[in-house]
């Protein structure tokens, strides 16, 4: 299995830019997550779906950043305008159930000048 | 919701000892223990995990222990070797998604 795909793996540009993140999860896994890792507060989860239904997105910081999942195969995290503060590593993870391991894609690192 | 504390942040260690991380949960409830290793550049990977039904579980240089009753579990690795550097996390869940402790840098050295 190629396992969660995100892409793209790095993305620099300005603040006030609109900015789309990418993700691939495994074939079969019902549950997506994405998450922001940063220094200062380490592994956050933003939002998770079930069956490309959003269930929670309490970690959601802004009305800046809305996420979809127009598929079981696909999901993106936008972010528009984004802000320098927004910069940090994302992840998309999936997984075969709530209550199951998650596995990680390899992250986006993403720089807002 | 659950809380999970993990010590040390940073551990460092010689080549071929042994490396103890630790966490403590708040949720009495908690049944799943999941344990990841992070390497630089890539995301987090399921290196070994226990559930509450159990005290102890391994897997040829890892091992995990959890204590119920004090609420905490605990990453074993012995004879460590500079590939085990890397940062590795603690997570708790009850039948939700699992909440992450912050981590602790591991370095081994040669």
């Known amino acids: 299995d190629a396992g969660v795909i995100q892409s793209p793996r790095h993305e620099v540009t300005e603040m006030g830019q609109e900015v789309t993140l990418r993700c691939k999860p495994i074939?079969?896994?019902?549950?997506l997550f994405w998450y922001r890792q940063t220094m200062m507060r380490g592994l956050e989860l933003l939002i998770y779906f079930n069956n490309n239904v959003p269930i929670d997105d309490s970690g959601m910081p802004e009305d800046r950043f809305s996420a979809k999942m127009p598929n079981a195969s696909f999901s993106t995290l936008k972010i528009q305008p984004s802000e320098p503060r927004d910069s940090a590593v994302y992840f998309c993870?999936?997984?075969?159930?709530?209550?199951?391991?998650?596995?990680f894609g390899d992250g986006t690192r993403l720089s807002i000048l | 919701g659950e809380n999970v504390e993990q010590h040390p942040s940073t551990l460092s260690v010689q080549e071929g000892d042994s490396a103890v991380i630790k966490c403590t949960y708040s949720d009495s409830a908690s049944n799943y223990f999941p344990w990841y290793k992070q390497e630089l550049g890539k995301g987090p990977q399921l290196i070994i995990d226990i559930r509450s039904n159990v005290g102890e579980k391994k897997d040829q240089r890892i091992a995990v222990t959890l204590n119920k009753t004090a609420k905490h579990f605990s990453l074993h690795i012995t004879e460590t070797q500079p590939e085990d550097s890397a940062v590795y996390f603690c997570?708790?869940?009850?039948?939700?998604?699992?909440?992450f402790g912050r981590g602790t840098s591991l370095i081994v050295h040669p």
């Open positions: 074939s079969g896994h019902d549950y």
């Open positions: 997570a708790a869940s009850k039948e939700r998604i699992p909440t």
């Open positions: 993870a999936s997984s075969q159930g709530l209550h199951q391991p998650q596995h």
